[in-house]
């Protein structure tokens, strides 16, 4: 069996080491660049896709996960913008962590990357535009520029924009909320540290404005090599934002980041300003919308290029479970239509379960 997969994030990786555990054949196409990966900061992983890691990973690779995944803090908390705690939620470290339940876990994204893409097929700056579903049963999958693959299975991991969920379910729709966001990071020297709220440094804040605005805080202090550093993200009404933000550079989205805050307390904006402008991109939250089950096809889909939701720090996991499941489906033996449909019921039921959980826990 070939497998083809569009996208090196977090599920396409995921999927390609699983499978390749498993002695069946896969190859990953990105469109970035091996050098342009930088997707550097700091994500909270569920315990479900800790456990879709530890099923499809070498075990030395899972270790090298947990090595570098940050230090716990003790819990997470709610500021006002004056940074006093109005709700704190304290979280024991669980002494079962290796037990069947997962584990909570923080990760550099970059890092986490680097981990998962070790070892395996990928192919760089292949820029996926449309597939072919082929009279002899496979698929083929064209790329910009004129080059194509074929294979049994395309599996599309290809992120929220996803191309292949345009063309093989034009129905599907990802809706706009209204809310954009700048996010960045910013290095944890001796300044940043004395600036930033004690939350910030143990576990996750957020600082919550009563006028829509938030700005989620959390250090990332690596257990085991890296630089540790603080991710920030400034979010809210678009209209709040200048219009053309997404356009700026990214030293003037570093400073509208910075203004966006300054009526709050001055270390926040301070800790803006001495983010790596490198680092600061802008992002708008979506969520898609629940679909029917189509007529299985060998075309699937994982992660957010089927249920984008909105950032609640649980899409990484869902999309890592969906890698970890795809996976076990199509090696226990089944047809592979069979196997593919027999996922595509299971990830529709939780992924748009989640997707709606996102939404109601964002109010
Ligand atoms: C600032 C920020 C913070 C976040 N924090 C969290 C968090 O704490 N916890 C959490 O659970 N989630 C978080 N998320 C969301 C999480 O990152 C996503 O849910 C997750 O990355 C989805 O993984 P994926 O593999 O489905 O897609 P992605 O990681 O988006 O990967 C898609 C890949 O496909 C490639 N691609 C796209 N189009 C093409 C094409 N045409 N041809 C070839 N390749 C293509 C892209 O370059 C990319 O590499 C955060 C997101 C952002 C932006």
């Known amino acids: ?33 091996a050098d342009q990966l930088s997707q550097g900061y700091r994500i909270h992983i569920a315990p479900e896709g800790e456990l879709a890691m530890r099923d499809c990973l070498p075990p030395e690779l899972h270790a090298e996960v947990l090595a570098t995944s940050g230090l716990p803090g003790s819990g997470w908390r709610v500021l006002d913008p004056q940074l006093r705690t109005i709700q704190e939620h304290l979280v024991p470290q669980r002494a079962d962590a290796d037990g069947p339940g997962g584990r909570h876990l923080t990760v ?19 820029a996926f535009e449309r597939f072919a579903l082929l009279p002899d049963g496979r698929v083929r999958a064209e790329f910009a520029g004129g080059a194509s693959a074929e294979g049994d299975l395309l599996v599309a991991a290809d992120g929220t924009h996803s191309r292949i969920r345009a063309q093989l ?20 020297t001796d300044e940043v540290r004395a600036l930033l709220p004690a939350a910030a440094l143990d576990g996750f804040c957020m600082v919550a404005g009563g006028d829509g605005r938030f ?6 202090r690596f257990r085991f090599g890296g630089d540790d550093y603080v991710m920030w993200v400034v979010g809210g009404p678009a ?11 990214q030293h003037a989205m570093r400073e509208a980041a910075a203004q966006f805050v300054t009526d709050w307390h001055p ?4 800790v803006v300003r001495l983010g790596e402008p490198g680092s600061v991109h802008f992002t708008t939250a979506r969520t898609a919308q629940p679909l029917e089950h189509w007529t299985t ?7 957010d290029a089927i249920h984008t939701m909105i950032p609640q720090g649980t899409s990484a996991a869902v999309a890592l479970r969906d890698a970890g499941l795809l996976c076990r489906r199509l090696t226990e033996g089944a047809a592979l239509l069979e196997a593919v449909r027999a996922y595509e019921t299971e990830m529709l039921d939780y992924g748009f379960a989640e997707v709606a959980r996102s939404l109601k826990s964002a109010g």
Not at 1 to 15: C, N, S, T, Y
Not at 17 to 23: I, T, V
Not at 267 to 270: D, I, K, V
Not at 297 to 303: A, D, F, Q, R, S
């Open 1 to 33: 069996m070939d497998i083809i997969i569009i996208g090196a994030g977090l599920a396409g990786p995921l999927l390609a080491q699983g499978l390749r555990r498993a002695g069946v054949g896969a190859t990953v196409f990105e469109r970035d660049r």
């Open 169 to 188: 379910l034009p129905q599907a729709r990802v809706i706009e909320t209204g809310t954009w966001e700048l996010y960045g990071k910013t290095m944890l």
């Open 239 to 249: 209209a709040r934002f200048p219009a053309d933000v997404s356009t700026l550079d």
């Open 297 to 303: 096809v060998p075309v699937t889909l994982m992660g």
């Open 215 to 220: 700005m989620p805080l959390a250090a990332h």
């Open 267 to 270: 270390s926040l904006s301070a």
């Open 108 to 126: 550099d994204r970059q890092t986490l990357r680097r981990i998962l893409l070790t070892g395996l097929d990928v192919r760089y700056g292949a």
